[in-house]
């Protein structure tokens, strides 16, 4: 993960948006992609953007896109208490996902 | 809902032992891997496979040795256990360069 950073840490209040970010380095990545992992369980895609798009939008989510300064982020509108967690971005370069630190999501009721 | 199943979920072991991470996934996926994911979060990459008989190392060393001799499975085998080896193991398995699909980990702890 040390070509993709993250911050580490986020907490929010319930209700708030939530905004995550990360930066990756590999221009030619195709598609980039957001994980979800929760306590004691493997990693759950939440969502992907192609590289050609600028922003794409899932209910709560939205994924933001500069390519110019790879820079990729993670809206939650209405976080819930349910969304804490830990989230991860990655881009597949040449043979798997490489991931990023990810960021932990604190929810405070 | 990804079919891919990891077992053992929990392995507490002694050292020196002989063990086995079992990987199998019913998406006739060619492609398979193991992530090591450590306390503090991040995930590396130890192994991966593009098809029957084809297995890599990944961009963590890792003692351990992987074998792909089934498309569906991808066991992981320590030949003998070090309380350094303890972390928790991600199988993941994906179409090509599409997006990869997890199992739940199996949470290895050698005493």
């Known amino acids: 993960g040390e070509d993709v950073e993250q911050s580490l840490f986020l907490s929010v209040r319930e209700g708030d948006s939530s905004v995550i970010n990360c930066t990756y380095t590999d221009s030619s990545s195709t598609y980039l992609y957001w994980y979800k992992q929760e306590p004691g369980a493997g990693l759950q895609l939440l969502t992907y953007?192609?590289?050609?798009?600028d922003m794409k939008q899932d209910q709560r989510l939205t994924v933001l896109l500069n390519k110019k300064d790879k820079h990729l982020s993670l809206r939650i509108a209405d976080t819930q208490t349910g969304d804490s967690a830990i989230y991860f971005c990655a881009e597949y370069r040449r043979r798997a996902l490489t991931f990023g630190s990810g960021t932990r999501l604190q929810v405070q009721p | 809902e990804a079919d891919i199943y990891q077992t053992p979920r929990y392995l507490v072991i002694g050292t020196g032992k002989k063990i086995t991470l079992e990987c199998s996934q019913t998406m006739g996926h060619d492609k398979m891997y193991w992530y090591q994911q450590d306390p503090g979060m991040e995930l590396h990459l130890i192994h991966y496979?593009?098809?029957?008989?084809?297995?890599e190392k990944g961009d963590l060393s890792s003692e351990s040795t992987v074998s792909r001799i089934r498309t569906e499975h991808f066991p992981l085998t320590l030949e003998s256990a070090r309380p350094s080896h303890t972390s928790q193991y991600l199988c993941?398995?994906?179409?090509?360069?599409?997006?990869?699909?997890f199992g739940q980990g199996t949470r290895l702890t050698v005493v």
């Open positions: 993941a398995s994906s179409e090509g360069s599409s997006e990869a699909f």
């Open positions: 496979s593009y098809g029957v008989n084809s297995t």
């Open positions: 953007i192609f590289s050609n798009m």
